[in-house]
Each structure stands twice: as structure tokens, then as C-alpha cells.
């Protein structure tokens, strides 16, 4: 067995090590040629980027139910959403999602950032400031500043919210029926990133977690396209493909609905259990839509 194993190694090694000599041979004009990248590969690299979304008419959806869902990075399955966390002891090309997105905030390639789900109050990096970060000054530094002194650095507490710090990610969407393709498809519109309150981040009961900030998704696609989400098996995809292909799990927390969309929460009040059960039910009746249109 073990044999077999080394000479399965070796299949792959040579096999790897066959395309790498044979990249672009059958394209070579000369033998320095081989290995090369082709013309059609480096207009395709030079033309990177996100799958471009479609254009739907309305007229075109038959059937559509928005959904807000949360994302707990507690659970294995959602770990390439949250790691790493630490970015000292990783190369470059690997952030967390949380690090993209406040990266691409402060460098202006993300504008698109909001207060709430509904994006009806736009937001700026100085209005978030006080979200993402706190600073504080210790007692003897207030003695400083009312002595008229300048107060040194270190007696000056900053607390910054880092990756580790996120608990879960918000995301609202809606799946639509397109009758012109004969297909329930899904697109997510926002994301949010919760964590604790900075401000009272080390108090233990004052803990809970609060919306940073929501970004609309369309605009951030660009910059989670060229970021890479490590997925195991040496495997790396973008944020982009990881979030459009839903490959996390997650819990539906409010719908659509005649009563302003309340949360599943003002209905199904202190039961967890029912709670889940409830957004299984709404899950269910997503994924039956699409078999019931076939059914005569």
C-alpha cells in the first residue's frame, strides 16, 4: 500500500512537472517559447476580473423574496471568512474579509458604505471612525492636559478593532425566479461585518454585537474578486466566487413580509430552537419554489 502510494506521488509530481514544460508548446514559434504564457493567456490576465452580473428585467421576474442572513464565523464551514486573523506571520496576498474591506474603505475603492440594510444613509470613513476604533486617555495623561501639557503617547489608550474581534457578517440578498431562463438565482446586495461595541468591548456584559457598517456589494466585487480566501486542500478562491456560490452556512434572521419585515425574533420570542426551525422552514420554501414551477 505504501508502495503504491509513493508511485501515485510520483504520477502526480511528473504529471505537474509535464504541464509546466508543455505550457504553450503547441503555440511555440520557437523553443524558447515553451513555458510562456500565449498571447490569448495574458489578454485574459490583463482583462481579469468578476463574472459580470446580468442584466434582469422586471418583467422578467416572476417570483422574488429578499432575505437578511447571519453568518457565524464560530462554525468551521465559515473559517475562510474570519482567518487570518493575525498578518504578521502570513504573506501579503492573504487577509481576512474584514481586513479587505476596511483596506479598500480607507483606500477609496470602496465608496458605497452605508448605516443600515435598507442603504438609506450613507456613510463615510471619518463617520465609521468611531466605530472601528476607540481612544482613550489614562488618568495621569488627564492630569497632563489639564496641567496644559502636552500629553505623551503613552498614556494615550487606543483600541482598535482587528479581525479577531469579528463575530459574524450580515448579508441581505434576494432570490428571484427569471422566467426568461427558467432558473431561481440568487444576488446578494450588502454585507455587514458585526462585532462588539468598541467602547465597551472588554466588558463582558456589555458585549453585544453591533452592525459597523453595511457595504453595497456590488461595488466592493472588484476588490473581493482579486482577494483570496484560502479553502483547504492548498485551494484558494475570491471572496467574490466564495460569497456568489454561497459557500457558507448561515441563518435566515428576517424576510420579506406584509409586516415590515419584521425579525424572526418579534414573532418567536425566547426560543432558539423555534427560531431556527423557522428560518429552515423559509429556506425550504426558497429551495421548493424553483420544483414546484415543474410540477403539472
Known sequence: MKGKYIIYSLFLLVGFSSLAQTANILNAEKPED????????????ANDGPLEYGYVDDRDVLWSKGTWEIIDLDERVNFPLYYPVDTLNISANRRSLYDVL??????????????????????????????????????YGIEQYNAGQEVEEQFIDRRDLSAADIQEYKIRGIWYFDKRQAELKYRIL????????????????LNDLVDLFWVWYPDAREVLYKAKAYIGNNTTVSY?????????????????????????????VDNSFMQL????????????????????
Open 190 to 205: 450588502g454585507i455587514a461585518p458585526r462585532a462588539p461595541d468598541v467602547n465597551f468591548i472588554d466588558d463582558s456584559e
Open 34 to 45: 515553451i513555458g510562456k504564457p500565449s498571447e490569448a493567456e495574458l489578454v485574459d490576465a
Open 102 to 139: 476596511v483596506r479598500a474603505i480607507k483606500e477609496g475603492k470602496i465608496e458605497n458604505i452605508y448605516a443600515d440594510s435598507y442603504f438609506t444613509e450613507k456613510r463615510t470613513l471619518k463617520d465609521i471612525r468611531a466605530t472601528l476604533s476607540r481612544v482613550d486617555t489614562t488618568d
Open 277 to 296: 426551525l423557522e428560518s429552515e422552514r423559509i429556506k425550504e420554501q426558497i429551495r421548493n419554489f424553483e420544483q414546484d414551477m415543474w410540477n403539472y
Open 240 to 268: 467574490d466566487q466564495l460569497l456568489n456560490s454561497r459557500r457558507f452556512n448561515s441563518v435566515i434572521y428576517k424576510e420579506d413580509n406584509v409586516q415590515g419585515d419584521r425579525q424572526i425574533n418579534d414573532y418567536i
